[in-house]
């Protein structure tokens, strides 16, 4: 007849064999281990007769990185801090790899008369686990990367989007965004609004007798003194497409505008511009159509970018290098007014 604790005995083995669970004990009194993890051992590639010769010390198996996370999680149980004893740890099998395996175990007899004695535990497996989990925390540190990567792309084409790649200025796209914005406040506040359209004359002329890249070098002078005259963090000054360049002025009434824009001329007008190594440079000069948006007209930024794109077709017509200033009389139609590049700086108020 089979003795009532040995079948209890082959039913846990079996029990613990089908869930890849591996028992140990260990007396806590004398530190003595009373029943060896045997399986796991032999996981790790270790014989029989190696268990019982060469594997006293445990803790010799264990990563260095572990052996205190391990030591800790023991006395906090020991301690009654826990209500199991839980850790996860590397082992160094006999060919010198780490495999992941992990302890559950308790205090089994804290009621007893000497009590904290017996700490029984099972050991398995869950380096298939761990290998998933650092492939899946690699796979999201590459995410991460890539991410950050992305973003600093999109803020990239943010700022490409945003500007003219040859002059640094304000791109189209900006410039309508913006200035759009502007007439905006413009109107709600009953501010004043200027906005200048300023085209290099004859640049296809300049292309074809020294190439483009002194036309770029060209846009480049042009655009630079387009630059200078804009107070930073009020004006809006943008490349609009080709050589035709676009200035907006909050807070700036007509006159003021006519003053910047002849300014603006008058230095366009003495630049010499390289247009090669050898020290050739090209004379240019500026058309600059000017008008000022009045609140009570209502019209919105892109009637008034027409309104001073037709004040320099007017000074295309009369010759070039001018500055002509379109003004929306109250209630009527726009009247395109001229300024010749004689006329001083009192011509240039009497036309405002």
Request: aromatic share 6%.
């Given at each position: ?102 302890n559950y175990g308790r205090i089994m007899d804290r009621s007893s008369a000497k009590p904290g004695k017996r700490l029984i535990g099972v050991t398995f497996n869950i380096h298939d686990r ?223």
């Open positions: 007849m089979v003795d009532k604790e040995d079948l209890n005995r082959e039913r846990l083995e079996l029990v613990l064999e089908a869930a890849g669970l591996d028992l140990w004990e260990n007396d806590l009194v004398t530190g003595q281990v009373t029943h060896k993890a045997t399986k796991t051992f032999a996981e790790l590639g270790f014989s029989e007769a190696e268990m019982v010769t060469e594997l006293q010390d445990i803790y010799g198996l264990f990563h260095p990185g572990d052996l205190d996370i391990v030591r800790q999680a023991v006395a906090d149980h020991v301690a009654g801090v826990t209500p199991q004893y839980r850790a996860e740890f590397r082992l160094r099998s006999k060919a010198g790899e780490w495999i992941w395996f992990a761990k290998q998933k989990e650092d492939e899946i925390a690699q796979i999201n540190r590459q995410l991460v990367e890539q991410n950050r990567l992305l973003q600093e792309l999109n803020a990239a084409l943010g700022r490409l989007a945003a500007n003219d790649s040859l002059t640094g200025l304000s791109s189209r796209r900006t410039l309508m965004e913006l200035a759009a914005n502007e007439c905006k406040r413009s109107e709600r506040f009953g501010h004043p609004l200027s906005l200048l359209v300023v085209d290099i004359d004859l640049f296809k002329a300049v292309n074809d007798a020294w190439g483009h890249l002194a036309g770029d070098r060209v846009i480049c002078a042009v655009a630079q003194a387009c630059a200078a005259r804009q107070r930073h963090g009020v004006d809006i000054v943008a490349r609009f497409g080709g050589e035709e360049f676009v200035i907006v002025l909050p807070e700036t009434d007509g006159a003021s505008a006519l003053h910047v824009a002849e300014s603006l001329r008058t230095e366009v007008a003495a630049l010499q511009v390289p247009a090669n190594d050898a020290g050739a440079t090209v004379l240019v000069t500026v058309s600059i159509g000017v008008a000022t948006l009045r609140p009570v007209a209502g019209m919105d930024f892109e009637a008034l970018l027409n309104l001073a794109d037709l004040a320099l077709y007017r000074a295309k017509e009369r010759g070039r290098n001018a500055v002509h200033c379109a003004e929306v009389p109250h209630g009527g139609d726009a009247a395109v007014h001229w300024l010749s590049p004689a006329q001083d700086q009192a011509g240039i108020a009497r036309l405002n």
